[in-house]
């Protein structure tokens, strides 16, 4: 005899939905987070759902999710910040509920050294090759591609492309 019937006498099936609920929703409850960001704070805006209306950078699958970094100016409530948009964004209000906004995880090993790169005027620079590291022919269904393993000037083995 199933639980409900020993308690009650009958069959019903909507306490077992509630139940399967309720079990689904503790494990989304897992996954909510609160975010707190302060003023100044630097985060990712977060811009998936606006494809229909605004693109940014290529369309399609390939289109970014997140776009950023920007500025928080401003806590507007509990749970909406004002950001500082550049002016190509001043189309969309500036005012995003946190769960629009990423961390951005400040990790010194981003930031390269400009005294490292030497750059050209139109901000490109170039690379040196030091050596082939290793050399393949892949064989695809009607093409051979040949692929080469480089080993650049300032970059670690771990690196090679």
């Known amino acids: 005899m199933a639980p409900f019937e020993a308690l009650y006498g009958r069959k019903c099936k909507t306490p077992f939905l509630k139940a399967a609920s309720d079990h689904q929703k503790s494990y989304a409850d897992l996954q909510i987070r609160d975010l707190e960001f302060a003023v100044g704070d630097r985060v990712f805006l977060k811009v998936s759902p606006w494809k229909k209306v605004l693109w940014f950078g290529r369309k399609g699958k390939s289109s970014p999710r997140f776009i950023g970094l920007y500025e928080i100016v401003e806590r507007i409530g509990s749970v909406a910040y004002r950001l500082a948009l550049p002016p190509e964004l001043e189309k969309i209000h500036n005012v995003f509920h946190v769960s629009m906004l990423r961390w951005y995880k400040s990790d010194p090993s981003h930031v390269i050294p400009h005294s490292e790169i030497e750059l050209q005027p139109n901000m490109t620079y170039s690379e040196e090759l030091i050596r082939i590291l ?28």
């Open 134 to 161: 290793a050399r393949e022919v892949k064989e695809l269904w009607n093409k051979r591609v040949s692929l080469v393993k480089m080993l650049w000037h300032r970059h670690g083995s771990e690196e090679a492309t």
